[in-house]
């Protein structure tokens, strides 16, 4: 040890409102007034007995106490402190004749002191820290943040009982027991000093001293910097998300899908078990953290790490026609919205041209709660109900205002707003109660047809339009199917025809117009880039094509920009040319070559390797599975073979940007069906647009309904052999 400070002269002086504090006594207690009396009574004689001392030792950390915080031969500045051992006999007595109260009140004096003494080393160390020029940049204590051995260390180091004459236990507890220990992390900074108790650190949750401190969290994206203020058992995410600044969350913030990425830049955040899954050593000393598991107990700056989605590549075009049309001298207009699990995408329609005269699309901001409906329904059911209805309504509003302005017209004009979503989406924008969606026997709230004045669907005088939800078969086979059956006209064809949403909740619908069978598979997010380890949305840099020669992987990425991730076409196109080439078996066993670190694909512009993992390719078998027997159980209930589908229609962007070939050689689409599929884009949205334009749209989505069914998958003979035999590559 370098140098021991041993400080005796402490002021004596108990406070009756801190004593009061502690023992959690107000003045509508019934014993108030008697306290007050016992105080007053034992005050003075409570200060004789006071026996105050602390030692102060400048050195470093032993083996022993090496751990995550300390490392070994780190330099540190160890504290011990006690009241002695007098005031503890003192209230043992007590308690000894059955005198509770005054023992409890003697016991909550004896702590008062220990607490004002704290202040007073403080006061100490703040001087001795000027006087070396160094900081404290933490404060620990045993065994919120360091092992309980840290009591023997500084025992040992300080020399308490030949200095303090104090004694410690094999279990490491002191005597006498009103003795405090911790243990200070020093900085070059000597700007820097925390070394006040923090409270949010503290496992004393029922403290009645407890105080908890707003922190004050400064976020850095590319030339944007905001602050947010982190209340109380809030972790970084929910602190960016719950103050308007959006982060997505593919898993709803359970730490698993890793891309609420941080990076610390001043503060102090601890590593988590999840930390250590998603970041290598050298990340975590960098300062890298999930921002989903990051608990800050300081303030703190960090940098947001995450994929720039402004350019995100959103699909609104739809059907055959996928252009915008001049609007003609318009009687009023209408709009047309699908409201996607990811993403919403607008269209504006001239009621005399009856045809789209404007688009917008913007991403869906409820992902800060969750990637698919589950995260969603979990996370209304945890009571954020009201925050993703208000995530939804400030999206459309941000759509209906954006379509207003960009054609130069007023929000008067607007007689109709046409809805296709899911049911977890209708169910969040209505404000409905999500409970039934995540229970069997999964009964929804309302999946009619629903009509609704403007004000009362978007709490909001914006405009005086009625907004119209498109009507659902079920809980998981939602309007938004409705609308894609309705666009891809099921109501009249003849033949029968396959839609199939390849979407995370992978819902598909056989038929013709006298009957449709209709179910949902749970694909997950690996086709939008969720649960793969490099995998995003489709923003500017996701690699959206690779070819693999001579054993190397050629990629292009969306808008030519250098490599960033991948996503759901670039992890098609990368999974099956790993099985043309096969470095991947029929089980879905990566070459024992790339077994470990994954097959490269490309560098990021700071040099880190993308990667496809062994993991990320059972994700992929795990979706596509789910969705080849999805489709095969349809048509087994449809009672045809795949020679009897006239007409494969593919939904949503995913489906409409797929590389179809190289979707039949991962087996996600059945060779079969080569030649008759049709990407027919966001069907959502044309089915929405279609209701607009038509005027028996209300009795035509009717006829959808009466002649559809639906098939729950989890109950199905078939459905688990043909998961389990698709599950192989072919």
Same mark, same amino acid.
């Given at each position: ?72 031969? @780190? ?209 975590? @000393? ?172 978007? @709490? ?88 693999? @020669? ?181």
């Amino acid at each position: 040890m370098e140098s021991i400070i041993k400080i005796t002269e402490f002021q004596k002086n108990i406070e009756k409102e801190t004593v009061l504090k502690l023992m959690d006594c107000k003045e509508d207690s019934p014993i108030y007034e008697e306290v007050q009396k016992e105080f007053a009574e034992l005050k003075h004689e409570v200060e004789r007995r006071l026996e105050p001392g602390a030692l102060i030792g400048f050195g470093k950390v032993t083996g022993e106490l090496a751990c995550d915080k300390l490392k070994a031969d @780190e330099e540190v500045i160890y504290v011990l402190a006690t009241v002695g051992k007098e005031v503890s006999r003192y209230s043992s007595e007590f308690f000894e004749e059955g005198d509770f109260l005054k023992g409890m009140l003697a016991d909550a004096m004896a702590d008062a002191c220990l607490f004002a003494m704290d202040h007073e080393i403080e006061a100490v160390l703040k001087e001795e820290c000027a006087r070396r020029k160094i900081g404290i940049v933490s404060r620990l204590e045993a065994p919120n943040d360091i092992p309980m051995n840290a009591q023997k260390i500084a025992f040992d180091v300080l020399e308490a009982d030949e200095r303090l004459g104090i004694a410690i236990s094999p279990s490491y507890m002191y005597d006498p027991v009103k003795t405090s220990c911790q243990v200070m992390q020093i900085t070059d900074d000597a700007s820097v000093f925390r070394a006040q108790h923090n409270c949010r650190k503290c496992s004393a949750k029922n403290c009645s001293m407890r105080k908890i401190q707003p922190v004050t969290i400064t976020v850095k994206n590319k030339d944007k910097e905001i602050v947010v203020v982190s209340e109380e058992y809030e972790n970084i995410l929910a602190a960016i998300n719950r103050q308007g600044a959006y982060f997505s969350a593919v898993c709803g913030g359970k730490g698993n899908c890793g891309k609420c990425k941080i990076r610390l830049v001043e503060g102090e955040l601890d590593i988590t078990p999840s930390d250590r899954k998603h970041f290598t050593e050298e990340e975590l @000393e960098l300062g890298y953290r999930l921002a989903c598991r990051a608990y800050p107990a300081e303030d703190c700056v960090i940098t947001m790490d995450v994929q720039d989605e402004e350019g995100f590549s959103i699909q609104i075009g739809h059907g055959e026609d996928q252009q915008e049309h001049a609007a003609v001298d318009e009687a009023g207009y209408d709009i047309a919205v699908d409201i996607g699990t990811t993403t919403l995408a607008f269209q504006l329609v001239g009621k005399t041209g009856k045809k789209a005269v404007g688009s917008f699309a913007t991403l869906n901001r409820q992902r800060a709660f969750g990637a698919d409906v589950i995260s969603r329904i979990q996370a209304s059911c945890d009571g954020k109900k009201d925050a993703l209805r208000r995530s939804i309504q400030e999206d459309l509003m941000t759509g209906i205002k954006a379509l207003v302005k960009n054609a130069g017209i007023g929000p008067d004009q607007i007689d109709r707003i046409a809805i296709g979503g899911n049911t977890t989406m209708g169910h969040l924008l209505m404000g409905y109660s999500c409970e039934g969606l995540g229970l069997f026997p999964f009964t929804p709230v309302d999946i009619s047809l629903i009509e609704r004045p403007f004000h009362e669907v978007l @709490e909001n005088d914006y405009c005086k339009a009625e907004v119209i939800l498109l009507p659902g078969i079920s809980t998981y086979v939602g309007g938004d199917i409705v609308s894609g059956l309705y666009d891809c006209e099921f109501d009249t064809n003849e033949k029968t025809a396959l839609l199939v949403d390849l979407g995370t909740n992978g819902e598909m619908a056989i038929g013709n117009r006298d009957r449709i069978v209709s179910t949902s598979t749970a694909a997950g997010p690996a086709f939008e880039g969720g649960n793969i380890s490099w995998g995003m949305g489709s923003v500017q840099g996701a690699i959206c094509k690779v070819e693999i @020669e001579d054993g190397r992987a050629n990629v292009a990425t969306i808008g030519d920009k250098m490599p960033v991730g991948l996503c759901g076409t670039g992890v098609i196109e990368t999974i099956s040319e790993l099985i043309e080439h096969e470095l991947v078996d029929e089980t879905g066993r990566l070459e024992e070559e790339y077994f470990e670190k994954g097959y490269f694909l490309a560098k990021t512009a700071d040099g880190r390797d993308i990667t496809f993992t062994q993991q990320d390719v059972r994700e992929i078998q795990l979706a596509k599975s789910a969705v080849r027997a999805g489709i095969e159980v349809l048509l087994r209930r449809f009672g045809v073979t795949y020679d009897q589908v006239d007409a494969v229609y593919l939904a949503g962007g995913f489906g409409y940007h797929i590389n179809q070939e190289k979707a039949m050689v991962l087996g996600l689409i059945p060779r079969e069906f080569d030649g008759k599929i049709k990407a027919v884009g966001n069907s959502s949205l044309g089915g929405a647009l279609r209701y607009l334009i038509n005027d028996d749209s209300k009795e035509k989505l009717e006829m959808i309904l009466e002649h559809s069914s639906e098939i729950d998958l989890s109950t199905d003979a078939d459905f688990n052999d043909l998961y389990m035999e698709h599950m192989f590559f072919e």
